[in-house]
């Protein structure tokens, strides 16, 4: 069993940056193939994946539209990964949620993931 708690959420104007963070708990995730991810879901939305990181942090994917502004890493060593969000738009409020899957990265890309986070509420005023 593994636990996942976001923190680094808050309110920020358009064109700030925010940095969220991700800690693991439980099953150490760096001992197996555990990718990890990073998810939105705006009020009144589907929920919508922003990043994926493979276990290695090698390999790194983005939705086409935060690409360029945001960054995923991790840091196995501290059971971490962070979420840089740049250039952050009114667009981008949302709760965002972090998550982990084992085996392939693309089952966190599919939101095919075994871990969910509870969420931290970041808010973009224009």
């Known amino acids: 069993q593994m636990l996942l708690v976001e923190s680094g959420g808050g309110l920020v104007q358009a064109g700030d940056s925010l940095r969220l963070s991700c800690t693991a708990s439980?099953?150490?995730?760096?001992?197996?193939?555990?990718?990890m991810g990073w998810f939105r879901q705006a009020a009144g939305k589907e929920r919508e994946f922003v990043a994926a990181?493979?276990?290695?942090?090698?390999?790194?994917y983005y939705a086409a539209s935060m690409k360029g502004r945001f960054t995923i890493s991790r840091d196995n060593a501290k059971n971490t990964v962070t979420l840089q969000m740049n250039s952050l738009k009114p667009e981008d409020t949302a709760v965002y949620y972090c998550?982990?899957?084992?085996?392939?990265?693309?089952?966190?890309?599919?939101?095919?993931?075994?871990?969910w986070g509870q969420g931290t509420q970041v808010t973009v005023s224009s």
């Open positions: 998550a982990a899957a084992d085996g392939t990265l693309s089952r966190v890309v599919n939101s095919d993931c075994d871990y």
């Open positions: 439980g099953r150490t995730y760096s001992d197996s193939a555990t990718n």
């Open positions: 990181i493979s276990w290695s942090g090698y390999s790194t």
